[in-house]
């Protein structure tokens, strides 16, 4: 009798302190770049549960501070730079939100260049989330004019180019 209640105790508190954490098997962030009226996009994104885990931060999404949103875009900047024709340029936001549910939830953002990328080469060096995920992938995805081309990142390749015709 005395084992029954052990059981039945073990069991209700395995049973109701259980937690279920939800995780995707594939590590992964996109980046679409394009061009429109004159100035080049660069729309990133990636799972909030990984960016969350890089920053340490918890919760949901629309739990964030101003401060927070800001920590999130500033850990991308840091990790994605981009250089046109040798010369480092400085991305501006233009868009962030928040898309999906759950487990599925991803962080979009927007930035923007003030500038074609025309005749110029593009150098991208893509460390998000490298910091925090062993298996993390990123791909680029650049459609702009005749060029069109997918790059790919990971723990042993962080930049690459390509020429924009």
Same mark, same amino acid.
């Given at each position: 009798m005395v084992y029954k209640k052990r059981?039945?105790?073990?069991?209700?508190?395995?049973?109701?302190?259980?937690?279920?954490?939800?995780s995707h098997a594939v590590y992964v962030s996109v980046? @679409?770049?394009?061009?429109?009226?004159?100035?080049s996009y660069f729309s990133i994104r990636a799972f909030k549960d990984d960016v969350f885990d890089a920053l340490g931060f918890n919760g949901y999404s629309y739990?964030?501070?101003?401060?927070?949103e800001g920590l999130i875009v500033e850990y991308i900047k840091q990790n994605f730079i981009v250089l046109l024709?040798?010369?480092?340029?400085?991305?501006?936001?233009?868009r962030f939100v928040f898309e999906g549910s759950d487990y599925t939830e991803t962080a979009n953002l927007v930035f923007k260049l003030n500038e074609k990328?025309? @005749?110029?080469?593009?150098?991208?060096? @893509?460390?998000?989330l490298f910091?925090?995920?062993e298996d993390q992938t990123n791909i680029v995805g650049v459609k702009i004019n005749k060029t069109k081309r997918t790059l790919n990142f990971n723990k042993n390749k962080k930049e690459d180019w390509v020429q924009i015709n």
């Amino acid at each position: 009798m005395v084992y029954k209640k052990r059981f039945f105790f073990c069991f209700f508190l395995c049973f109701f302190s259980y937690q279920p954490t939800y995780s995707h098997a594939v590590y992964v962030s996109v980046c @679409n770049i394009y061009e429109k009226n004159g100035e080049s996009y660069f729309s990133i994104r990636a799972f909030k549960d990984d960016v969350f885990d890089a920053l340490g931060f918890n919760g949901y999404s629309y739990e964030l501070t101003d401060k927070e949103e800001g920590l999130i875009v500033e850990y991308i900047k840091q990790n994605f730079i981009v250089l046109l024709d040798g010369e480092g340029k400085s991305l501006v936001l233009s868009r962030f939100v928040f898309e999906g549910s759950d487990y599925t939830e991803t962080a979009n953002l927007v930035f923007k260049l003030n500038e074609k990328m025309t @005749n110029k080469k593009l150098k991208i060096k @893509n460390t998000i989330l490298f910091d925090v995920l062993e298996d993390q992938t990123n791909i680029v995805g650049v459609k702009i004019n005749k060029t069109k081309r997918t790059l790919n990142f990971n723990k042993n390749k962080k930049e690459d180019w390509v020429q924009i015709n």
